[in-house]
T-cell receptor, first 116, second 112 residues
Framework: NAGVTQTPKFRILKIGQSMTLQCTQD?????MYWYRQDPGMGLKLIYYSVGAGITDKGEVPNGYNVSRSTTEDFPLRLELAAPSQTSVYFC???????????????FGPGTRLTVL | DAKTTQPPSMDCAEGRAANLPCNHS???????VYWYRQIHSQGPQYIIHGLKNNETNEMASLIITEDRKSSTLILPHATLRDTAVYYC?????????????FGKGTLLTVNP
């Protein structure tokens, strides 16, 4: 298994540009997540999905959109990029088969985004 | 989710046990204690979790106090590759179990 893969690894955007960060997992996990991590800080949840066709907002969703058309893919869309979106973005997945199951999340390698 | 408190940094000698403390005095009875770590520039990695009992796996041991207000992650024989930020997370074991809140964690530096 490749686990969780993310593309691109690095990207520089100009203010106002848009882009899509790709995330794919091959573990048949039902839950997928997008986090951002600013320098020296912990991770903040942007959006999450409990399965194909179902997404919900996390702690910091403004300026982002997501979709989940398949179990494997969970792209994150940035519209009208702003300098405040300069961060490292991590995608993660987990399998939560029942209420109360432990949440062992598997993370991708991250995308380092700079908005100038 | 329970608020957790961790020291910002710790040092450990290579080959010795690393004991990382975490205070979670507001944890509720149905919240797990999770430990994740993040090696520089990589995505976080799950280590271990527990509810009430002590737990051990191939990576580490988790000791939870009887009152569940604090816990200690033990890396029995730390290596240089264990240098990382370690996150202690208190999270629901019920319907909101999808949500993990990552704070700033403890930077563990393993010295040769």
């Amino acid at each position: 298994n490749a686990g969780v893969t993310q593309t691109p690894k690095f990207r520089i955007l100009k203010i106002g540009q848009s882009m899509t960060l790709q995330c794919t997992q091959d573990m048949n996990h039902n839950y997928m997540y997008w986090y951002r991590q600013d320098p020296g800080m912990g991770l903040k949840l942007i959006y999450y999905s409990v399965g194909a066709g179902i997404t919900d907002k996390g702690e910091v969703p403004n300026g982002y959109n997501v979709s989940r058309s398949t179990t494997e893919d969970f792209p994150l869309r940035l519209e009208l990029a702003a300098p405040s979106q300069t961060s490292v973005y991590f995608c993660a997945s987990s399998y939560l088969g029942r209420r109360g199951a432990a949440n062992e999340q598997f993370f991708g390698p991250g995308t380092r985004l700079t908005v100038l | 989710d329970a608020k957790t408190t961790q020291p910002p940094s710790m040092d450990c000698a290579e080959g010795r046990a690393a004991n990382l403390p975490c205070n979670h005095s507001t944890i509720s009875g149905n919240e797990y204690v999770y430990w994740y770590r993040q090696i520089h520039s990589q995505g976080p990695q799950y280590i271990i979790h527990g509810l009430k009992n002590n737990e051990t796996n191939e990576m580490a041991s988790l000791i939870i106090t009887e009152d569940r207000k604090s816990s200690t992650l033990i890396l029995p024989h730390a290596t240089l590759r264990d240098t990382a930020v370690y996150y202690c997370i208190g999270a629901d074991s019920g319907g909101s179990n999808y949500k993990l809140t990552f704070g700033k964690g403890t930077l563990l530096t393993v010295n040769p």
